[in-house]
C-alpha cells in the first residue's frame, strides 16, 4: 500500500433532506441518533473523516439543521478515530470564539477536531441576521484573515493582528489545540472553485476541497492552487474532492438510480438553489465562481456530486478512485442516497477494491486520464 493511501470523508446529513434535492426516497435522517451510528459505521468503514454542514436558516429543500460545531462536537465524543470537520463561516463567528471552541473541542476528542472555512453563498442567511453581505472577493479576503488569524491564535501567545476585518491585541488562548505528530494545530479546510478560492487556498489552508469535477477540472484546479502556493513559498494544501456515490452490483442499476434521482428532482427547490449559488459566483471578478457552468442536473447534488463519475459497479468505483489519486486527489469527500446500507456497502465492496489497486501502484505514477 502507498505511504499514503487516498482518505475519505462523508457529509454528515445534520441537515433535513438527504445529500439530492429530489423526493426519491432517502434512508437517511438528520437527528442525532441516525448520525451517532452512522458516525461509528463510518470509521469501521474505512472513513477518515465526517464533514458537518452548516445552514442557518430553512432553504432550498433543507427545511430543518443542526448546527454543526455542536453536532461535530457529538459525534467527536461518540467515535474514537473518525476526525471531525465543523463548517462555520467567517462574518458570523469570531475567529478568537471559534478558536476556543476549537481547543476545547481538540482536548475533548484527543486531536481530532477540523473545521471548514465557508466564504459564504447564501446572502439571505446574512441578511436576515442582520449581517452584511460582501461581495465575492471581499468574502474570500475575509476568509483569508479569519484563517490567519485562527492559525495565529492556536499556536502563538499574545497573538496581535491589525487587518481589515477582525483584530487581534495581545490575546492568548490556554489551553491550546493538541500539537501532535500529525499536525500543529487543527486542520483548516477551505472550499471554492473561483480563482479567489484557488488563491487563498495556496496561501493559508491546509485543505482545499473542490465541488465535483472530472479529470480535466481537476488537473486544473490543482495545478492553479500549487502555483499559488508556490508564490506563497509554502507547501501545497492538500485536495479534496466532492462526489455523490452510487454503487451497486451492477452499472445498470446504478445508472438507473441516479436517473430515477434526477426525474424526481424537487425542480423549484433545484432551481431556487442555482439562481441563488449561480448570482453569487456570478459576482468574481472573472466569472470562474462555483456552480458557473453547473447544469440542472449537477445541482440535484448541491456540490455537484454527479460530475465526479463515482457511479457504476463497486470495480468500476474503485478504478476512477485511484485514477484520481493519480492526478493528485488526496481525499474524496462522499454523499450517499441511504447513509447507513452504503457506508457499509462501501467498506465492504468498493475500499478493499482501492486498497488493492493503491498498492499496485508505481513508487511515483504519471497523471491518467479520467474519462467523464
Do not use: C
Amino acid at each position: 500500500m502507498p505511504a499514503d493511501p487516498v482518505k475519505f470523508a462523508y457529509w454528515v446529513p445534520n441537515v433535513s433532506g438527504g445529500l439530492v434535492t429530489s423526493t426519491i426516497e432517502q434512508r437517511t435522517d438528520w437527528g442525532y441518533e441516525y448520525n451517532r451510528e452512522l458516525a461509528v459505521l463510518a470509521e469501521n468503514n474505512g472513513f477518515d473523516y465526517a464533514l458537518s454542514q452548516v445552514r442557518y436558516m430553512a432553504s432550498y429543500g433543507a427545511e430543518y439543521q443542526h448546527e454543526s460545531t455542536g453536532f461535530s462536537l457529538a459525534l467527536l465524543l461518540a467515535t474514537e478515530r473518525l476526525k471531525v470537520i465543523a463548517a462555520v463561516h467567517p462574518g458570523l463567528w469570531h475567529p478568537g470564539v471559534l478558536a476556543k471552541f476549537g481547543a476545547t473541542a481538540d482536548h475533548l476528542s484527543n486531536g481530532r477536531f477540523a473545521v471548514n472555512v465557508v466564504s459564504g453563498w447564501f446572502k439571505g442567511e446574512f441578511t436576515a441576521l442582520g449581517e452584511p453581505w460582501l461581495e465575492h472577493d471581499e468574502r474570500y479576503r475575509r476568509s483569508e484573515e479569519f484563517i490567519r488569524a485562527l492559525r495565529t491564535i492556536w499556536t502563538e501567545d499574545h497573538a496581535e493582528l491589525a487587518g481589515d476585518f477582525y483584530r487581534l491585541r495581545d490575546f492568548s488562548l490556554k489551553p491550546k489545540p493538541l500539537n501532535t505528530q500529525e499536525r500543529p494545530h487543527p486542520e483548516i479546510f477551505q472550499g471554492g472553485n473561483s480563482t479567489a478560492a484557488r488563491a487563498m487556498a495556496g496561501r493559508v489552508s491546509d485543505w482545499y476541497f473542490s465541488n465535483g469535477r472530472n479529470h480535466d477540472g481537476v488537473v486544473e484546479q490543482i495545478a492553479d492552487v500549487h502555483r499559488a502556493a508556490a508564490l506563497a513559498g509554502r507547501r501545497p494544501p492538500k485536495f479534496g474532492l466532492n462526489g455523490f456515490l452510487i454503487a451497486r452490483d451492477t452499472e445498470a442499476e446504478a445508472r438507473d438510480t441516479l436517473r430515477e434521482i434526477v426525474a424526481k428532482a424537487d425542480s423549484e427547490a433545484v432551481e431556487g438553489f442555482g439562481a441563488a449559488v449561480k448570482q453569487a459566483g456570478r459576482s468574481t471578478a472573472d466569472g470562474r465562481g462555483m456552480w458557473q457552468d453547473s447544469t440542472f442536473e449537477d445541482l440535484v447534488q448541491y456540490n455537484d456530486g454527479f460530475r465526479t463519475g463515482l457511479i457504476g459497479t463497486p470495480e468500476q468505483i474503485a478504478e476512477r478512485i485511484v485514477a484520481y489519486k493519480r492526478l493528485g486527489v488526496d481525499l474524496l469527500l462522499l454523499g450517499f442516497l441511504h447513509y447507513h446500507e452504503e457506508v457499509e456497502y462501501f467498506g465492504r465492496r468498493v475500499l478493499p477494491l482501492v486498497r488493492e489497486r493503491e498498492a499496485a501502484l508505481p513508487a511515483a505514477t504519471d497523471s491518467v486520464r479520467v474519462h467523464a
